[in-house]
């Protein structure tokens, strides 16, 4: 198994896993505002992961702390507008919105990084941002605020996997990934003692919720991305991304009984179709199929 294949494997992982925090996040919102969450669950995310790995961050280098800060800072700034957004806009607008990130990355890849998409990911973005067009997009295609804020968002989401992958693999990448998460949970703390009123969530049910949030969805979640971008690109990490949305229709279904329509479960095959497309090594395919023709032939 090569490494970008196993690389690859473990972000389709973040992505199961991101795609499970949505019933858990949407409990932990009935119960705190929106920057309070983000403030307790990525405090506690970067204090942990701080601790299992403190000798990542002992050992810290000038350049990992400042890479840290600004992707953080990407971070941060994709998820305010985002949560912004909905304020403003449906769930299901916001989520294909959100998973137009999938086309900016390429797009940002060859302006910024210089580096010219495959045609095969080419192939699988336009599957990829179909799928979550027939997942997510409801009847109304009216474009107001809420859909220009999350658009903005989408647009850092893309922009913070293009950093990614190209910062970790100049730094240490476990402390690059706890420096982001470190920043999102301050930058949270200063919004919701500024425009918020914090408090602490109350009962076993949300503060349950809040720390399998912050251990699975978060530190483990972006470790993983910081670790693994160096074996992969960001156009395909960017595509694996987008099976967030079918596994959380699954767990959705699973935990709440939420069922999918059937435009959703045809958006769902349609993700899945690009990320296989993504994932296939056409080269080498074409070359043992030439070969085969040879012999044949012979």
């Known amino acids: 198994m090569s490494k970008q294949l196993k690389a690859d494997l473990a972000l389709l ?3 199961m896993v991101w ?20 403030a307790i669950r990525f405090l506690i995310s970067a204090l942990l992961s701080s601790l299992l790995f ?36 449906t769930a299901s607008k916001s989520g294909f919105i959100t998973g137009f990130s999938v086309v900016i990355v390429p797009i940002l890849s060859a302006l910024l990084l210089k580096k010219k998409p495959e045609r095969a990911a080419i192939v699988s973005v336009f599957l990829a941002l179909l799928g979550l067009g027939f997942l997510t997009l409801d009847t109304t295609l009216t474009f107001n605020i809420g859909d220009l804020l999350t658009l903005i968002g989408a647009l850092f989401f893309a922009l913070h996997i293009i950093t990614v992958g190209k910062y970790t693999v100049k730094v240490d990448s476990i402390a690059l990934g706890i420096v982001q998460i470190a920043v999102v949970g301050i930058l949270s703390t200063l919004f919701t003692f500024t425009v918020e009123i914090p408090v602490l969530p109350k009962g076993v049910g949300a503060w349950t919720s809040i720390l399998i949030l912050a251990v699975f969805a978060t530190s483990f979640a972006y470790i993983v991305q910081n670790a693994m971008q160096k074996f992969t690109s960001p156009t395909h990490t960017a595509l694996i991304y987008t099976g967030e949305p079918v ?10 009984g939420e069922v999918l329509t059937k435009g959703g479960i045809f958006g769902g ?8 497309i993504a994932e296939l090594d056409w080269k080498s395919l074409f070359n043992k199929h030439q070969e085969k023709k040879k012999l044949q032939s012979s």
């Open 13 to 15: 992982g973040v992505a």
């Open 19 to 38: 795609g499970a925090s949505f019933v858990l996040s949407k409990n932990s919102l009935d119960h705190l505002q929106t920057f309070n969450f983000l």
């Open 269 to 276: 095959i349609l993700i899945l179709a690009g990320m296989l």
């Open 247 to 256: 596994f959380a229709a699954l767990f959705a279904y699973i935990l709440v």
């Open 54 to 89: 403190y000798k990542n961050i002992l050992n810290i280098k000038k350049d990992t702390l400042k890479y840290g800060v600004l992707i953080g800072c990407i971070l941060f700034t994709a998820y305010a507008f985002q949560t912004l957004g909905l304020n403003y806009t």
